[in-house]
Structures are given as C-alpha cells and as structure tokens.
C-alpha cells in the first residue's frame, strides 16, 4: 500500500462488511504485540459481538487516501468512583507503513468526542510495558499513566476453576 503523508485521515464507524478487515487488524496487532499465537476470534465472533443483536463492544476505522489503516476497538465501562459510564478501549492499531498521518491520533479524537458528546467520565485504555513508540505517543497527549494500579486478569482454567466453585 502507498500511503503518502499528505492524506488526510478519515473515521468512520465499521459496518457488517468490515469483519474480516477487523479480524485481520487483530491479527496484526496481535504480530506486533509478539502474542499472534494468543488469538482465538473468528469472524463469527467479531460479526456477534460487533453486530449482532446485542452488541458488546464497538469499532471505528481510519481510512487514508481510501484505504483502511486503522482501527480502534472499544466497549462501554463504568466507573462508580465518578457516577458515570466511560470508554474502554481495548485494541488501537495502525498499520506500520501508515503511521506519521496521524491515524491512531484521529482515532483517539473520535473516542474521546465520543465521551465529550456523551457525557462520559473517562476514556481509558492500556498498554504494555515495553510499547515504548506507544507511552510516547499516549505522553503526547497527557494521557496520565496509573502508576499504582495493575491489571489482573482471569482466564482459562483459573477462570473456570474460580467459576465451579
């Protein structure tokens, strides 16, 4: 793909024809993220999950000169500290040769108008440790780092042993 730097970054909404373009970002995401043998969606799963009748989660796509470059996969959360909903978002994605036209900007933008327009309390994301051209782009835009929080997570048979009990 030949992406010149002068084009103009567009979001859009993905739509029913996006699920294996979706996939494909996850994949690519998964590569870079040196976990490509950790993914386990199919287009069943994303066509579900993104566009069934019961959504849970959401996805917007940047688009340069046409041409997708981007997405960003994200879901509602809450927060009970601040009384109100906000954004997770759990994939944000550029492909290589496209970054510098200020996609995963773009995209962020779009999240955060989201919550603006929405009255959301907090977009929030994360992101590992050592994605340093990622901290220095999150940095960038004061995105603050929760120094004293750590993620844990459940899944597999901890997640079924804790489960039955």
Not at 64 to 90: D, K
Not at 110 to 120: I, K, P, T
Not at 127 to 147: G, R
Request: net charge negative.
């Amino acid at each position: 793909m030949n992406v010149g730097t002068t084009e103009k970054v567009k979001i859009r909404v993905a739509t029913l024809a996006d699920v294996s373009l979706i996939l494909e970002f996850i994949k690519a995401l998964a590569e870079y993220e040196k976990l490509g043998h950790d993914v386990e969606a199919t287009e069943a799963d994303i066509r579900r999950d993104l566009f069934g009748e019961n959504p849970r989660c959401f996805c917007e796509i940047a688009e340069a000169g046409g041409q997708p470059v981007g997405f960003a996969l994200w879901f509602y959360n809450y927060s009970t500290f601040r009384g109100r909903a906000g954004i997770y978002l759990e994939d944000l994605f550029v492909k290589p040769e496209a970054r510098g036209l200020g996609a995963g900007k773009a995209l962020l933008r779009r999240l955060a108008q989201r919550c603006v327009d929405a009255d959301l309390g907090r977009l929030e994301w994360s992101v590992l440790n050592w994605n340093t051209p990622a901290i220095e782009f999150y940095d960038s835009l004061n995105a603050a780092a929760m120094e004293e929080w750590t993620v844990r997570r459940l899944y597999g048979e901890a997640l079924m042993a804790l489960a039955e009990g």
